[in-house]
């Protein structure tokens, strides 16, 4: 059973566009969520993050917006660039338990120029 | 560059055999992990290890092991391989438990 969900494998935006991605989770427990970064041939990288006490988590061109009554998460890139291009995974973790993030399975951005 | 280097990039070996890769955390990291991603699949957590210690388990097979040395250096072995085993192997380091983690460039392990 999936505990953290992408339902979107894809997403293509154009240039300077917003792109939203967008995650769920099943356990009420996690409290601390993440977002990486992937390239391919390398590994994820860590991107940014939200503790449950905030709704709202901002970081230069990338903001993570999280609901929890909804249990959903979404990361907003404004402007996207192609540089954006790649896959990202949403991450979550109970900051009481072992810390061991659950990943979802990711979504591909493309960023068409 | 995250600092977490992984031996070897790919690895090529047949149904029944044993393989180790190897991962060296980023200097100072005490915390190590182990996922695996599949085709398709997040990224599935195995094993971390703290210090030399075994820390935490998650959906590790029988046929998987791993350990940390006093270097802080670790190993997973992967045996009597099948393959469904075929998928890439990441090594993470953080320096205490509750850290962002580092990922390292991964290895593609395929069994053919």
């Known amino acids: 059973d999936q505990q953290v969900k992408q339902n979107s494998p894809s997403l293509s935006v154009q240039e300077g566009r917003i792109s939203i991605l967008n995650c769920d989770y099943t356990n009420s427990m996690f409290d601390y969520f993440l977002w990486y970064k992937k390239y391919p041939a390398e590994g994820p990288t860590f991107l940014i993050s939200?503790?449950?006490?905030?709704d709202k988590n901002e970081d230069g061109r990338f903001t993570v917006f999280l609901n929890k009554s909804a249990k959903h998460l979404s990361l907003h890139i404004v402007p996207s660039q192609p540089g954006d291009s790649a896959v990202y995974f949403c991450a979550a973790t109970e900051s009481g338990g072992s810390y061991i993030p659950t990943f979802g399975r990711g979504t591909s951005l493309i960023v068409h120029p | 560059d995250s600092g977490v280097t992984q031996t070897p990039k790919h690895l090529i070996t047949a149904t029944g055999q044993r393989v180790t890769l190897r991962c060296s955390p980023r200097s100072g990291d005490l915390s190590v992990y182990w996922y695996q991603q599949s085709l398709d699949q997040g990224l599935q957590f195995l094993i971390q290890?703290?210090?030399?210690?075994?820390?935490a388990k998650g959906n590790i097979l029988e046929r998987f092991s791993a350990q940390q040395f006093p270097d802080l250096h670790s190993e997973l072995n992967l045996s009597s391989l099948e393959l469904g085993d075929s998928a890439l192997y990441f090594c993470a380091s953080s320096a205490r438990q509750n850290n962002e983690q580092f990922f390292g460039p991964g290895t593609r392990l395929t069994v053919l």
């Open positions: 939200i503790s449950s006490i905030k």
């Open positions: 290890y703290y210090n030399g210690e075994e820390r």
